[in-house]
């Protein structure tokens, strides 16, 4: 199998719900959701991409980089490049249904562990789509993030307990998911928290043995108030551009974030990363780590977890050669002395 393969097993297996195009920028999908679009006029995930495709590099090749190191520690994870599997759920609403929610979490789960980086599992209504990924990263001795959304009361006590359960090390939560009106709908209300109520949330995660990820932040103030409450890492992040129409492109917000908080907690990014140099442009503008959503979706769909550590060791080429060819030594020294700014001149 070869990710050629894998793309075309995906465009077959998700018809009507992607098309799997040649490049994923979310023009053809715009609107589509549930699916695998943007919402509204999908300015959004056209934002999160165009923003990654307007960075350009400095190509130097007088240096010693010959074999730069990739391999990084996130939130306790010892990873082979600075990638994890974003959390994607609702197989059957989402992409197709070829896939059941346990099968689509093993394929991520366990394709990323055999890859060296780790996997990130969804949460939401029905209650299989949170316990598939709980299985699948029990299975992996918890090896994984589980995240949760924003839930109120007794709800969000199961879920974090639920997810402690699994033995990871890392709770994530996805509180852009606040705005998910459907749920509220079915009696299970989702909302924003205030800075108290973060900390509460926090705390517990700690109590359970967890560190805890909060995706979603796009604002500096915002990551000043999830710092203040005790996160151990934030996800810059517009849910890739499914929650709030007409957001700014992650990246595009990511160094001022970066700059506030970085180096006092973990700093993630996700939104239109396709390939090994839009890592290298994320982590030069100030990302630890990046997590990835619909290239691992398609390749999991695709091609189960072999196609999932197909599409981890394609990224991990990719970015291997992108340093290469930048005189990047290492991931922890990216910075913005790779970005090329001749263009605006």
Known sequence: ????????????????????????????????????????????????????????LNMRLIHEVKKPVTETEVLGFRLRLPVLAAPIGGTSFNMGGALSEAEYARAIVSGCREAGIAGCVGDGAPDELHEAGNAAIAAEGGWGIP?????????????????????????????DAAGLIALARMGRPVSPKTCAELAAIVDRSHELGMKFVLKG????EDAIAAERAGCDGIVVSNHGGRALDHTPGTIE??????????????????????????????????????????????AAVGGGSEGVKLTADHLYNQLVRSMVLTGCPSVREAGRHLVSTAHLA
């Open 217 to 220: 932040i796009m604002t500096v």
């Open 147 to 175: 995240f949760i959304k924003p839930w109120e009361g007794e709800e969000l006590e199961r879920k974090m307990c639920r997810a402690a359960a699994t033995g990871t090390r890392v709770l994530g939560m996805d509180i």
């Open 1 to 56: 199998m070869d990710i050629k393969e894998v793309r075309a097993n995906a465009k077959e297996r998700m018809k009507g719900f992607c098309r799997v195009c040649p490049v994923c920028d979310g023009r053809a999908c715009a609107g589509e959701t549930p699916g695998m679009g943007g919402i509204g006029t999908g300015s959004a995930f056209k934002n999160n991409v165009a923003a990654l495709a307007g960075i350009r």
């Open 253 to 298: 917000v990511l160094p001022a974030i970066a700059a506030q908080v970085k180096g006092r907690m973990a700093v993630l990014m996700d939104g239109g990363i396709r390939d090994g140099l839009d890592v290298l442009k994320a982590l030069a503008f100030g990302a630890d780590a990046v997590l990835i959503g619909r290239p691992f979706c398609l």
